[in-house]
């Protein structure tokens, strides 16, 4: 009776073995290897995925945390517009007064002393207009009354 071989398998030699292991090695590994690496690198996109969603959950976060802030600071910013607005349109002359006539307020607000109202800007260029008028009266007399 034969010797049974050391692998438990009937019929084969160890040489026999030796030369067919090999190439269904490298045969049996070439796909497994192949997988392993496309996994790993699967793996790798998954890792580098999962970081750049925990740094986007960490900004978005962060700007939670800020937007009550700058809604508050908008709010604020925009009440002050519409008192500037109030008080630059006001037709009140202190706010509780009676209401100040237009007509009566002047041209421009500006930063200057005081600017005159519409009816004083009349009133001027009447005086004006007089007081050319009386000069050419004097300048006429006083032409006439050379020899």
Known sequence: MPIPSSSGRRGESPLSRRVTKPSAKAAGRAPLDEDRIRLE???????RKEAELKSLQERMERRAAELPREIEERERKQREMIK???LATATY???FGKI?????APLKQSSS???MTRPEQRSARIQ?????AVLAVILILLWKSLP
């Open 41 to 47: 690198r699967h793996l790798e996109e998954l890792r």
């Open 84 to 86: 500037l607005r109030a």
């Open 100 to 104: 100040r006539d237009k007509r009566h």
């Open 93 to 95: 002359a202190d706010g």
């Open 128 to 132: 004006f207009l007089l007081l050319c």
């Open 113 to 115: 002393p005081r600017r």
